[in-house]
Each structure stands twice: as C-alpha cells, then as structure tokens.
C-alpha cells in the first residue's frame, strides 16, 4: 500500500477525515478556525493512540516541552 496526504482546514473535517482513514501521521495546526489544534490532537490521540501527531504554529503561547510530551506531539 502506498502513501497518501489529505488536507482539511478545520476541526470538524479534521475528525471526519481520521475517523474515514485512521491516519499513521497527522500535522496538525495548533490554530483552527473552529478547535484549538492541541485539543483535536488530544481528542483524536484518545480514539487513535497509534497515530502520531505533528504540531505546528507560528506561536504556542505557553506550550511546555512536558505539555507536548503527555499529548505525544513531534
């Protein structure tokens, strides 16, 4: 089987997408227009714990290292 990459631009899309293909890697945008991207990664981590999550953003704003870890984030 070969790869491939979807885009969604929100939350909601976001979910629909992982719970169709159950993704082995997500990059995830900690600023969505409708969920804060750490919580779709803690919600969606939950559901799939063998997906593995890359955040990304200009900015955390107050994101520890320790934070980042326990929401198994990259």
């Known amino acids: 089987r070969g790869l491939s ?3 969604v631009h929100d939350g909601a899309a976001a979910r629909a997408l992982a719970a169709r293909v159950r993704p082995a890697v997500a990059l ?3 600023h969505l227009p ?3 991207g750490l919580h779709l ?3 969606l981590g939950l559901q799939w714990p ?3 999550f890359l955040a990304i953003s200009g900015e955390l704003g107050g994101v ?3 934070m980042a870890r326990a929401l198994r984030i990259h």
């Open 5 to 7: 990459v979807e885009v």
């Open 28 to 30: 995830v945008d900690c």
């Open 34 to 36: 409708d969920v804060h």
């Open 41 to 43: 990664i803690r919600e």
């Open 50 to 52: 063998e997906t593995t």
């Open 64 to 66: 520890t290292e320790e």
